[in-house]
């Protein structure tokens, strides 16, 4: 059991659960970044191109969705910068809600699915261990993202 209120990682012999658990890790970085703001300050934007709280937790749903549903099931998937800029229907309540969805629809299929599987889309013959490894790169570095975001929008850092 982990007590750790971020979720930091205990390590396991299981190398699935251990990528499982890194990818959980930088997922709540990413939405303890958005506790206690409105849907104002989830939107903000700073200055030199750093992105809103609310676009960086929308694309990185549609991320999770593409590389698994697209990328190793073979569903026909799309990618639009829009992710990053999602419209007024997308509040902070849906928009992690939705993530929350997608990291437990994810976390079944990689529970499920062998990780030296080659995914059939196009991922380019790459295995879910692959995947998993690019889904903690990428959420990873988003979360970085997320970290200046909301340092420079309330002086807040997180952990």
Same mark, same amino acid.
């Given at each position: 059991?982990? /007590?750790?209120p971020t979720?930091?990682?205990?390590g396991? !012999? /299981? +190398?699935? +659960?251990? &990528?499982? #658990? *890194?990818?959980?890790? #930088? %997922? ?5 970044n958005?506790?206690? &703001? =409105?849907?104002? #300050?989830?939107?903000w $934007?700073?200055d030199?191109?750093?992105l809103?709280?609310? @676009?960086?937790?929308?694309?990185l749903?549609?991320v999770?969705?593409? *590389?698994? +549903? @697209?990328?190793? %099931? ?7 910068e829009?992710?990053f =800029?999602?419209?007024?229907?997308v =509040?902070?309540? %849906? ?5 929350? $969805? #997608? *990291?437990s629809?994810? /976390? ?8 030296d599987?080659?995914?059939?889309? *196009?991922? @380019? ?11 903690i790169?990428? !959420? ?6 997320? /970290?200046?975001t909301?340092e420079?929008? =309330?002086? $807040? !850092?997180? +952990?």
């Amino acid at each position: 059991m982990n /007590d750790d209120p971020t979720g930091f990682p205990v390590g396991s !012999t /299981d +190398e699935r +659960e251990l &990528l499982l #658990q *890194w990818l959980g890790y #930088q %997922r709540g970085a990413v939405v303890r970044n958005l506790e206690g &703001l =409105d849907d104002r #300050q989830a939107r903000w $934007t700073p200055d030199g191109g750093l992105l809103p709280l609310l @676009g960086i937790v929308h694309h990185l749903t549609r991320v999770e969705w593409r *590389w698994i +549903e @697209g990328g190793f %099931r073979g569903a026909a998937v799309s990618r639009s910068e829009r992710e990053f =800029d999602p419209g007024p229907e997308v =509040d902070r309540e %849906r928009a992690v809600a939705a993530y929350r $969805t #997608q *990291w437990s629809s994810t /976390d079944a299929a990689a529970r499920t699915i062998p990780l030296d599987e080659v995914g059939t889309g *196009w991922a @380019g013959g790459r295995d879910l261990r692959f995947v998993l490894l690019h889904l903690i790169n990428e !959420t990873a570095r988003h979360a970085g993202h997320a /970290d200046a975001t909301r340092e420079l929008l =309330d002086g $807040t !850092t997180g +952990e």
